[in-house]
């Protein structure tokens, strides 16, 4: 009876993780329509500002991660943090403006990652890449 109980409740957690989840998506899509600059009637220059953004972004990311083994230094994990959350800004942003939602972004790469690696990573299936060959 005790296990029964343990995995109800552990269902209901990841219930509860799922709504609370989906409702950060919709509010931070909002919070960065409010804040991203945009060219009204310009789909082109927006979606550049909001790609261009990404790129920036990545780079401190990945020059964070350089000095940190440059340096021989522990991670920041605090800045990673603040520069993982301004690469996500932009990548809402481009999810904004392209009108494609975050939550199907999320679940399309879940569906082919688990077609790539059916059985967990490796090298191999890394190689054969199962999902672009439609199998």
């Not at 296990?3 to 993780?17: G, K, L, P, Y």
């Not at 020059?63 to 959350?85: C, H, Q, S, V, Y």
């Not at 809402?92 to 939550?103: E, K, S």
């Amino acid at each position: 009876m005790e296990q029964q109980e343990r995995e109800t409740n552990n269902v209901r957690q990841a219930s509860v993780q799922v709504v609370t989840m989906g409702s950060l998506v919709l509010e931070y899509k909002g919070f960065v329509e409010d804040l991203f600059k945009t060219k009204a009637d310009n789909y082109d220059w927006n979606m550049a500002h909001a790609a261009l953004g990404i790129g920036g972004e990545a780079g401190e990311v990945v020059d964070l991660i350089k000095k940190t083994f440059a340096n021989g230094r522990e991670l920041d994990k605090d800045k990673l943090t603040k520069e993982l959350g301004d690469l996500m800004f932009y990548i809402q942003a481009l999810c904004n403006v392209t009108g494609i939602p975050l939550m199907e972004v999320l679940a399309e790469c879940m569906r082919k990652l688990r077609m790539r690696y059916p059985n967990g990573y490796s090298d191999q299936a890394a190689q054969e890449r199962r999902d672009e060959k439609g199998a």
